[in-house]
């Protein structure tokens, strides 16, 4: 069962609530505690596909972000055991060995460590609804609920940002803004690398984030 939609400024407050009340495990009620001040954590992932239904999460990486600075000392990563059988095509375009994936940690045990470094920080990332969903399957299990944190879409951010350069005459319905990840990485005067890893992808999402932050003055 999903949280109501409630429209309004308390919808957050209220959707908090209602989700703190679904969770199973009193164990993980830190997942509600007030955030450190101007903390976040850089999230992405690595998915054997792009389908809900039949793909799956096959590592994770977790970076944290305090104010001005990503620590990328202080960052979790973790490589799953699948389920199912990945497609050639996921381990050539991740690297990733089928050797490597038997080895990796079974869900349940991933994510138990994924919720105690996140903590209840808020979660930024690019296109972050699709991790968040993946992750929801492996972690709804657990604790009754997804991830209860607070996001911050990073290509949203961009979005807001590029618009807001445009001229008056541009700024009239649905600009057509290039919102692909090597461009708003360039566009930002950030390192693009090639396939990126999910470690990269987390470290560049958050030196994005930072930056958007600086050139929007928050």
């Known amino acids: 069962m999903d949280a109501p939609l409630i429209p309004g400024r308390w919808a957050q407050a209220i959707r908090r609530e209602w989700r703190l009340r679904q969770l199973t495990d009193p164990a993980y009620a830190f997942l509600f505690a007030p955030a450190p001040p101007d903390e976040w954590v850089s999230l992405a992932c690595a998915t054997s596909g792009h389908s809900l239904a039949h793909d799956?999460?096959?590592?994770?990486?977790?970076?944290?972000?305090?104010?001005?600075?990503?620590?990328?000392?202080?960052?979790?990563?973790?490589?799953?055991?699948?389920?199912?059988?990945?497609?050639?095509?996921?381990?050539?375009?991740?690297?990733?060995?089928?050797?490597?994936?038997?080895?990796?940690?079974?869900?349940?045990?991933?994510?138990?460590?994924?919720?105690?470094?996140?903590?209840s920080r808020p979660l930024l990332g690019y296109y972050l609804e699709f991790d968040l969903a993946l992750l929801e399957h492996l972690i709804k299990p657990l604790i009754g609920i997804g991830l209860p944190q607070p996001t911050v879409e990073v290509s949203a951010l961009y979005h807001e940002w590029r618009f807001r350069q445009l001229p008056p005459y541009q700024q009239q319905g649905d600009a057509a803004i290039d919102l692909r990840y090597a461009p708003m990485l360039e566009q930002l005067g950030l390192p693009v690398r090639e396939a990126p890893d999910p470690l990269d992808r987390a470290v560049l999402t958050a030196l994005a984030f930072i930056k958007l932050r600086q050139l929007q003055g928050g």
């Open 56 to 119: 799956q999460v096959l590592s994770v990486c977790a970076v944290r972000v305090s104010d001005q600075r990503v620590l990328s000392s202080e960052r979790l990563e973790l490589l799953l055991k699948p389920s199912r059988l990945v497609p050639p095509e996921a381990l050539r375009l991740h690297r990733l060995r089928e050797q490597d994936l038997a080895q990796g940690l079974a869900p349940a045990e991933a994510m138990e460590a994924l919720l105690r470094f996140i903590g």
